[in-house]
């Protein structure tokens, strides 16, 4: 059974940084990723990595503040530097694996504010 365990939002200054964790278990993960939902906007990508390409995405809107890596096979971080108060979100990781099966994290709240 696959289970996915985020951590690491919270409360923070704009300019600040935080760093978010998914720990995966139950299976091989190809395709690592986050995406954020504000109070009222659809669900975003924010960042993708992949495990057979290596290839790493970022939303425009993150590009050079925001850094996807694989911490090990089945942990996902994502580094986010010089936060804005329009990064405020709930942050969902999601997870797609070898079988071609996806999932998705609880999520957890980050929230810019000064």
């Known amino acids: 059974q696959v289970q996915l365990v985020e951590s690491g939002g919270g409360l923070v200054q704009p300019g600040g940084s935080l760093s978010l964790s998914c720990a995966a278990s139950?299976?091989?993960?190809?395709?690592m990723n986050w995406y954020r939902q504000a109070p009222g906007n659809q669900r975003e990508l924010v960042a993708t990595?992949?495990?057979?390409?290596?290839?790493r995405y970022y939303a425009d809107s993150v590009k050079g503040r925001f850094t996807i890596y694989r911490e090990n096979a089945n942990t996902v971080n994502l580094q986010m530097n010089s936060l804005k108060v329009e990064d405020t979100a709930v942050y969902y990781c999601?997870?797609?694996?070898?079988?071609?099966?996806?999932?998705w994290g609880q999520g957890t709240q980050v929230t810019v504010s000064g």
């Open positions: 990595t992949n495990s057979r390409s290596g290839d």
């Open positions: 999601y997870v797609r694996d070898i079988r071609d099966m996806s999932y």
């Open positions: 139950g299976s091989s993960f190809i395709a």
